[in-house]
């Protein structure tokens, strides 16, 4: 069970483990919650501490960071592509073209860098 705990780990999140092939994943796909669960449990523990002693905006700034780093932000790069697979007009080739357009994914991680308050002071990460 750890082990495949661990695969499915590796696949969410930028921590390598030795046994990550995507055949064990997609049998294992059952255990998606149980790695949110951990991954949930770790960050809000982080700013749940990090609240007792720092600013809010702060807070909410490393825990957003942190998620981004643990997560390699593959989740949010990959609703923007299929939002530009769902965007582009023509044949399928069109549509994969878009989808693997660098410069989308450049301008979402640029998009994803800037934080900004209700004052709309933004703080670039």
Not at 62 to 82: E, K, N, Q, R, Y
């Amino acid at each position: 069970m750890l082990k495949q705990i661990g695969s499915v780990f590796s696949f969410l999140t930028i921590i390598p483990t030795s046994n990550s092939d995507l055949n064990s994943i997609a049998k294992n796909m059952y255990l998606f919650p149980i790695v949110g669960i951990v991954i949930g449990l770790v960050i809000g523990s982080l700013g749940y501490g990090l609240s007792l002693y720092l600013e809010p905006l702060v807070v909410s700034l490393v825990v957003v960071a942190s998620l981004a780093v643990i997560t390699g932000i593959h989740h949010t790069d990959g609703l923007a592509d299929f939002a530009d697979g769902l965007m582009t007009k023509g044949t399928k080739e069109k549509k994969r073209k878009a989808m693997k357009d660098p410069f989308g994914r450049i301008c979402w991680n640029i998009l994803n860098s800037v934080v900004c308050d209700r004052r709309n002071h933004c703080i670039i990460t």
